[in-house]
């Protein structure tokens, strides 16, 4: 399409005329490209493919313990999902405790929700002790639901937690629901206050500034196409020439590709989608955002939302597609959506609107493993701010072989599916259903 042609698209009621289709955390982080290299060194111990959160986390930990360690990138360094989210940070595991403990048995399925407890409480450890300047702060989740079921059941699910796995959580009936939220459209929900947010892009800045700093390279523009088992070590082709590495990390997530075909089929990419508002009246967002939380939904193709850190827009995401990748398309949708939570905000147009590729797994649980040699870290579901640091961190760990970097998601069966081979034929049809779903009042 021509330039004219996007412009045209441009809907005044909706975009600002200076509307950019990028990223609006991309505005706030400055030069990502500092202190980069271009030149790939002959060896290394570790090289790192994908430079997002899995992969910086990793580097941290290996730079540190000694090994030299090279990152690369397809694209710009934190070019993926790393800074383009919603910066919203909760315990990151999909499953309930009877559902894990139906497919691990009781004891795993503790394991697996403490550690996801356990990435919320380090991410906050992490940032403060490494002292990043991100506008991290522990605002508290509104979680809405979208009909008087799910509130019953958002509701009971609070007072019959699982023992031991107890989080504090409070039950807020639609009656006050305007402390929380200014919106009448739900019915109620449970705010969880250990809940935090984050500015994504100075979060994935600090973190390739202390990568940096421990000594690890970081080469961007650098797209690996070829891996190949050579002895101990890994002969590994990329766009500026050859390496060799003794650990091969893959950090690849949602643009999981050719490149790694055991991995392809078994992440599921799937587009999300999420837009900024131009700035608010301050007294408005007062009324939509009275405390400031975080706010997410029961339907099952999830909205998501904040106020930006400054607290002068609407930063709103959601599933409105299932494979369009075009910003000027998703953007409509979503500030429909947002209207239809906010009808206050439907003469306040986008300023940015973007997108990127999460990973989707067949058990929702995000792994970490060993396949032939090559290690990896993916498979977020949606929920990476805090559990790709975590799991990359523990990766890391690992391969400095340290006790420590075990985890209870060590060793579980990464499921793909008969004709699954990296293309969700399956996904268009599958949210049409959940949609039906969320819809029918499931
Ligand atoms: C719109 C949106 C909103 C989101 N909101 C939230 C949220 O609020 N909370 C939350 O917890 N999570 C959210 N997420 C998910 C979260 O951002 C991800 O789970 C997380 O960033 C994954 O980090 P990562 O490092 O594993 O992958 P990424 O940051 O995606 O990095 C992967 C990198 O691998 C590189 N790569 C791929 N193939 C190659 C190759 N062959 N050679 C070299 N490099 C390669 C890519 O260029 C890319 O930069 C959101 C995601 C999106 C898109």
């Not at 975080?294 to 995401?317: E, H, M, N, Q």
Request: glycine residues 10%; hydrophobic residues 35%.
């Amino acid at each position: 399409m021509t330039t004219n042609a996007r412009d045209a698209m441009l809907d005044p009621a909706l975009f600002t005329p200076d509307a950019k289709m990028q990223s609006y955390w991309w505005d706030l982080a400055g030069n990502r490209r500092v202190e980069s290299e271009s030149r790939i060194p002959a060896d290394v111990d570790v090289l790192v493919v994908g430079s997002g959160y899995t992969g910086l986390s990793a580097a941290l930990q290996t730079a540190r313990g000694g090994r030299r360690t090279v990152v690369v990138d397809a694209s710009d360094a934190g070019w993926g999902c790393s800074t383009r989210n919603g910066g919203q940070i909760s315990t990151s595991i999909k499953p309930g405790f009877d559902e894990l403990a139906r497919r691990h048995g009781p004891e795993r399925a503790r394991a697996l929700i403490r550690e996801g407890q356990r990435s919320l409480e380090w991410t906050g450890e992490f940032i403060t002790g490494e002292r990043i300047d991100c506008d991290f702060g522990v605002v508290g989740r509104f979680h809405a639901a979208h009909n008087a079921a799910q509130f019953e059941k958002l509701a009971h699910a609070v007072t019959h937690q699982p023992k031991g796995l107890e989080v504090e959580a409070h039950v807020v009936p639609r009656s006050e629901q305007r402390s929380e939220l200014g919106s009448d459209l739900y019915w109620g929900g449970v705010l969880y206050p250990r809940h935090a947010s984050v500015d994504p892009g100075r979060y994935h800045q600090g973190l390739l500034e202390r990568v940096v700093q421990a000594g690890a390279t970081i080469i961007p523009n650098c797209s690996v196409s070829r891996l190949e088992r050579s002895g101990k070590s890994f002969r590994v082709t990329t766009a500026r020439g050859e390496i060799t590495a003794r650990d091969v990390v893959i950090a690849t997530n949602g643009y999981t590709g050719a490149l790694t075909p055991w991995l392809r089929r078994r992440v599921i990419p799937i587009g999300s989608y999420i837009i900024a508002t131009e700035p608010l009246d301050p007294a408005l967002m007062a009324r939509l955002m009275p405390r400031n939380r975080i706010a997410s939904d029961t339907r099952k193709v999830v909205f998501y939302y904040r106020a930006s850190p400054d607290r002068t827009r609407i930063l709103f995401g959601g599933r409105v597609s299932t494979n369009e990748t075009d910003p000027l398309l998703s953007g409509p949708l979503l500030h429909a959506e947002m209207t239809r939570i906010f009808p206050e905000l439907a003469k306040v147009r986008i300023s940015h609107s973007w997108c990127g590729f999460i990973a989707y797994t067949f058990d929702e649980l995000a792994h970490i493993g060993n396949h032939d040699g090559l290690r990896y870290a993916m498979g977020y579901c949606g929920s990476g701010v805090g559990m790709a640091g975590y799991l990359g961190m523990k990766m890391g760990l690992q391969v400095l072989g340290r006790e420590d970097g075990r985890t209870a998601f060590d060793g579980l069966p990464f499921q793909t599916r008969p004709l699954y081979y990296g293309r969700p034929w399956f996904l268009g049809a599958a949210l049409q259903y959940y949609r039906w779903r969320d819809r029918s009042g499931r």
